[in-house]
């Protein structure tokens, strides 16, 4: 049994349910993605997002020991292939500050938070490359 369209719009276009296929590309937008046209928002909500994730990494290590859980390199590059503003050079400074930041307020010293800040963000920069 084959369906057909209610109706058709002015474009030719089946409109189904009520809905024409022009409506339902704005609803299937996903929202963070209009959030974030702005690049500047962009940088600062992955700014925001890998200093919270990184917070809780550094606040469940051992003390002394480096975290067995650290969820800031795959949600910074989630974000990345997921919502292609993120991968862009201001949010990897946005991310930076999020790891220098979460370190700094922990305790941590100068040359070993500068060290692991470069290592993460190659680590995610790397992975974009290779999935993205």
Known sequence: MMTTP?????HGSAIWYGLSQDSLE??????MGRALDNIF????????????AALIGILTRPLGHAAAFWPANALLLGLMLRVPQTAHPLS?????AGYLLADRLTGGNWIPTLWMTAANLGGSIAGYLLFG
Not at 26 to 31: A, G, K
Not at 92 to 96: D, K, Q, R, S, T
């Open 6 to 10: 209610a109706k058709v719009d002015a």
């Open 92 to 96: 990897l400074v946005g991310a930076a």
């Open 26 to 31: 704005t609803r299937m937008t996903p929202r």
């Open 41 to 52: 928002v962009a940088a600062c909500m992955t700014g925001l997002v890998v200093l919270i």
